[in-house]
C-alpha cells in the first residue's frame, strides 16, 4: 500500500471509534486488529477500501483461530 494510502487508511480507522487498531508492517502491509462484535463493520469497511484503493485484503484469521501469547 502506498504511504499516503496507509495515511488515508489509519485516519478512516481513527474516525471510527473503536473499530479496530491498525498497525503498520512492512513495505506498506497492514494488520488490523479488531473486536469479534464489530467483525461484519470490519468486513465492510475493508471491501470499501480493498475498492477504494484497489489494495489487497487477507487472508485474515480471527482471534478464535489464533493462539494466545505466552506471558511471563
Known amino acids: 500500500m502506498r504511504d499516503k494510502d496507509v495515511v488515508f487508511v489509519k485516519g478512516i480507522f481513527e ?3 473503536g473499530l479496530g487498531a491498525l498497525f503498520a508492517e512492512r513495505g506498506g502491509e497492514l494488520i488490523i486488529s479488531a473486536p469479534l462484535s464489530r467483525e461484519r463493520e470490519l468486513d465492510e469497511v ?3 477500501l ?3 484503493l484497489q489494495a489487497q ?3 485474515y484469521e480471527t482471534a478464535s483461530h489464533l ?6
Open 50 to 52: 480493498q475498492n477504494e
Open 15 to 17: 474516525a471510527s471509534e
Open 46 to 48: 475493508l471491501r470499501d
Open 67 to 72: 493462539p494466545l501469547p505466552a506471558v511471563p
Open 57 to 59: 485484503v487477507g487472508p
